[in-house]
């Protein structure tokens, strides 16, 4: 990676925190993080947003206060939101799987970002109905998207659609 490739992508990394630290808690606090990710991927492409992502979580599991509430550990990914913090890994992987196959245009940059929404929505959930379930006690699926998706459709789609408008503005003025 060249040195301004690499500044962008701890620059990412840092405005996934700040998206983190931007909380209302919910059962699956909500956070400006997907913005965050939408942006970094649809900025640097995908190599560069998803490991702007590994770094975020490398961080929050070695402890630092990165996560929604300033939490942090690993800790943090065996709870029953954990698996939405792997799928934000997941959905940039989409999204530079998406780039990779189709390239970087604007259509592209949507549809991968939709998709890889509904993979972070489909590992998430599927790890917070497996791990209440244990622990807790029985919760249908439709209670667990109702707790866990539902809600969260159309601001996740405000923020694609807030990060497909900034990317078109600020791409111009990160070229070299």
């Known amino acids: 990676m060249k040195t301004r490739q690499l500044a962008w992508t701890g620059i990412m990394a840092a405005l996934i925190v700040l998206c983190a630290w931007l909380t209302i808690p919910t059962v699956v606090p909500f956070t400006m993080q997907t913005f965050a990710i939408f942006l970094a991927v649809g900025l640097l492409g995908g190599k560069p947003g998803s490991l702007a992502v590994g770094v975020y979580l490398l961080l929050g599991a070695v402890g630092l206060p990165v996560f929604s509430g300033f939490s942090g550990g690993l800790g943090a990914f065996a709870g029953v939101t954990g698996g939405y913090l792997i799928g934000f890994l997941l959905m940039a992987?989409?999204?530079?799987?998406?780039?990779?196959?189709?390239?970087?245009?604007?259509?592209?940059?949507?549809?991968?970002?939709?998709?890889?929404?509904?993979?972070?929505?489909?590992?998430?959930?599927?790890?917070?109905?497996?791990?209440?379930?244990?622990?807790?006690g029985p919760m249908s699926v439709w209670a667990v998207l109702g707790s866990c998706v539902f809600p969260f459709l159309i601001p996740d789609g405000v923020k694609l659609a807030l990060a497909f408008l900034l990317r078109r503005r600020l791409r111009k003025a990160l070229k070299p």
């Open 93 to 136: 992987l989409v999204m530079w799987l998406g780039e990779r196959l189709l390239g970087m245009g604007d259509l592209v940059f949507v549809l991968s970002g939709i998709a890889g929404l509904a993979v972070c929505y489909l590992f998430g959930t599927v790890w917070f109905l497996v791990l209440y379930t244990s622990t807790t």
